[in-house]
């Protein structure tokens, strides 16, 4: 049955998650810090992290013990990373630590891999291309059809979205006869036609067994990389390099990462410390000598250096950044808060983060003072249940509380006056 309490204390509640969200929200708003560390990259030169950083007046290229250098210098130092311009001005060198250089040789070598935990975190509509590995063109062409999959795959035609059973039960009896078990986990790919070459889907199965299928001259290939017999997988993300020689990073649920050698689909483990898919973020540069990765945490940044041959750790650094005002005032305000936006995922929704103990005390603390006063200054009574809310949500739940009892008290003075 609908009562005014009733009424009352759903107002209370609406009340106080919209404060919970709002407030923090004007808060940050009004003490917001960007996080920005300096671009750094490895030098294959002097073996150095060279720096760009913006003094509030100009760019500044830096080393770690304070060297500065100027436009020319840094483009020296850093050759892998500004052969172009060096290209342009005549003075590229002609080799490097032994090794002869010229332009290609520095393109098949180099990539650039991103990860971030909206990359792991969104989900894609289930229609993929399944494209022509072997079309024999240079660009890709895209196909006439997606594919759905889950307890089976299903090919549709696109323009009259028809089931195009033939090819479905082609690939369906070839997964099954490469012991692919249904329902599938997940697919990771590149479904954009925008890429140098096409090496299908990587689908994880329901025994966590990762296959890799494609299409080869109209013709399903299908095949187990045993790569779920060593670890086990938690995600991937692919990549397409220039000089083949990965097909993507794998990540296990020790948070280990790996990369897909297309030698045998080889499990290679990057010697750096754990990566968490939902709060990391991950970049890899990877040029003829080095791969410079970078892994960026919630409170610090950690830079490996990796030998592009062998993989061995060659250098690394770790920078930390000072909590900004809202880092500084949310564990002693706030015990939790809401938010419907995420930098780690692509869904709206409310979600409760940032629990502090210490806001717990202080809001303790606060609760039984601001109580006092009003039951001293107006002599207003609170029953049990709103003292047992007040102490649960803080000082946003008891001005909540207090504005629904000031309305309710207003209302009685003027039946009165009447």
């Avoid at 690939?171 to 986990?185: D, H, I, L, N, S």
Wanted: aromatic share 14%; charged share 25%; with cysteine.
């Amino acid at each position: 049955m609908i009562t005014k309490k009733n009424i009352q204390a759903i107002l209370i509640v609406l009340t106080t998650a919209l404060l919970y969200w709002i407030l923090p929200w004007a808060i940050k708003l009004m003490t917001n810090e960007a996080l920005d560390y300096p671009f750094t990259y490895y030098s294959s030169i002097n073996n150095q992290f060279i720096q760009t950083v913006f003094d509030g007046k100009e760019m500044k290229r830096v080393d770690l013990e304070g060297r500065e250098y100027n436009q020319d210098e840094y483009d020296s130092i850093v050759p892998m990373f500004n052969y172009r311009q060096l290209m342009q001005d005549g003075r590229l060198p002609d080799t490097i630590k032994g090794v002869a250089i010229n332009p290609k040789q520095i393109q098949l070598n180099q990539f650039f891999f991103r990860c971030t935990p909206r990359n792991y975190n969104s989900r894609s509509v289930n229609l993929y291309p399944m494209y022509e590995s072997m079309s024999g063109r240079v660009s890709l062409e895209s196909p006439d059809d997606l594919f759905s999959i889950d307890h089976r795959i299903r090919f549709y035609e696109a323009e009259a979205n028809k089931l195009k059973q033939d090819k479905s039960r082609l690939f369906q009896t070839a997964m099954e006869k490469r012991g692919f078990q249904f329902p599938v986990q997940w697919i990771a790919g590149n479904p954009s036609a925008r890429k140098p070459y096409d090496e299908g889907w990587f689908m994880l199965d329901a025994d966590g067994q990762l296959f890799q299928v494609k299409m080869v001259n109209g013709k399903p290939f299908v095949k187990n990389t045993k790569a779920g017999e060593k670890i086990d997988i938690v995600w991937m993300k692919t990549i397409e390099t220039a000089n083949h020689r990965l097909y993507g990073f794998v990540f296990d649920c020790q948070q280990n990462v790996y990369f897909l050698s297309d030698v045998n689909y080889e499990l290679v483990k990057l010697p750096i410390d754990s990566f968490d898919l939902k709060k990391d973020r991950m970049l890899i540069m990877a040029n003829l000598f080095y791969w410079n990765v970078t892994v960026t945490r919630p409170h610090q940044r950690d830079l490996y250096i990796l030998d592009n041959n062998d993989l061995n750790r060659v250098d690394e650094h770790t920078e930390f950044h000072e909590p900004n005002q809202w880092e500084k005032i949310q564990p002693w305000i706030f015990p939790c808060y809401i938010e419907l936006k995420s930098y780690h995922s692509t869904y709206i929704f409310p979600r409760f983060i940032g629990w502090s103990a210490k806001a717990l005390l202080t809001n303790g603390l606060a609760v039984i003072l601001i109580i006092g006063l009003l039951w001293w200054r107006k002599k207003q009574r609170f029953s049990l249940i709103q003292l047992a809310y007040i102490m649960l949500t803080g000082v946003i739940g008891a001005i909540a509380v207090w504005c629904f009892k000031e309305k309710q008290q207003e209302t009685k003075n003027i039946i009165q006056l009447k």
